[in-house]
């Protein structure tokens, strides 16, 4: 698949994250940021859905080139063992032509 992947996630933060100073949050989100942006992956918005869904945050991500990119990101939450500070949800789909 060559065609540019759109990823939604949706989350909620674990204890784990709430464990973590300010700084160590920080630097974990700007880690998350820098391996997007090495897989050439554009975050289009960064969504706070605690209002409605409880304590839920969802994103979408575009641009990510194609689904080996998609594999390296997951390969950089992996690294930074992200799954023990936030569980989630992720769809992935590629834009439909009318």
């Known amino acids: 698949m060559s065609e540019p992947i759109y990823k939604f996630f949706r989350g909620r933060f674990l204890p784990d994250w709430y464990q973590l100073s300010k700084e160590e949050q920080s630097s974990l989100v700007a880690k998350l940021n820098e391996g997007l942006e090495k897989v050439g992956g554009k975050r289009l918005a960064l969504c706070d859905s605690s209002l409605v ?19 390296k990101y997951t390969a950089t939450l992996n ?11 992720s769809l992935l789909g590629t834009k439909l032509e009318s």
């Open 53 to 71: 869904l409880g304590s839920m945050i969802g994103e979408w991500i575009r641009g990510i080139p194609n689904i080996e990119a998609v594999h």
């Open 79 to 89: 690294e930074l063992k992200w799954f023990r500070s936030c569980e989630s949800t």
